[in-house]
């Protein structure tokens, strides 16, 4: 299924848009915080996770889903600051060594999650949080089949890694609309090839 509808480049670029596209060659300004930000109302393994308020609906409803489903999953890591970004990054770099590190965290600036539209998700359990084992999970499949329902693409896909810059990440989610979310996972398109497409 191809996209039908064609936007003004300007969706993909509007820090305020829920399309930003945001990647290795697409980044944020150091200095951007979206400014609606709240506090999801859903399970989570840490304290103080945020969103903006259109994908924290979103994914209120997305956990209420799955829980009438007999699924419940826990949110990890939402917004994350430019400078959060920086720390994260430098520690992977010095763990694992940049070539590496590049492979599954982004540089500062170059981060989804700065947008406050990308999370990432685990079981209930916390054994798959961040491994690629999370695919395989109950909670896992059900994400993958589901997520767009609510608006939510599966970010950094299966075998993809050559165009999205980024291995296999099973736990991360990008929030997009429900209409572009199921465009999307309709069409098995990455979010760079769907860019590419209405570009």
């Known amino acids: 299924m191809e996209p039908e509808k064609i936007y003004d480049n300007d969706v993909f670029t509007d820090l305020n848009s829920i399309l930003l596209l945001v990647n290795k060659t697409h980044p944020l300004p150091k200095d951007y915080v979206p400014s609606d930000l709240v506090k999801p109302n859903v399970k989570s393994n840490k304290s103080g996770l945020s969103l903006r308020k259109e994908a924290t609906l979103a994914l209120e409803k997305m956990f209420e889903g799955a829980l009438e489903d007999n699924i419940t999953l826990v949110l990890g ?15 992977y770099v010095a763990k694992d060594g940049e070539e590496k590190a590049n492979r599954y965290s982004a540089k500062p600036g170059t981060s989804e999650h700065q947008t406050g539209l990308a999370v990432d998700i685990s079981d209930a359990s916390g054994a798959n949080y961040l491994k690629r084992s999370f695919k395989d999970t109950s909670e896992g499949i059900w994400l993958k089949e589901n997520a767009h329902l609510y608006g939510f ?14 291995m296999f990440e099973p736990w991360h989610f990008r929030y997009v609309g429900i209409e572009e979310a199921t465009k999307i996972y309709e069409s098995n398109l990455t979010f760079e090839e769907y860019y590419n497409l209405l570009d």
Do not use: F, H
């Open 153 to 166: 693409i599966l970010r950094y896909a299966e075998e993809k890694e050559e165009i999205t810059g980024y």
């Open 77 to 91: 890591s939402s917004y994350r600051s430019y400078s959060y970004q920086t720390t994260l990054y430098n520690n």
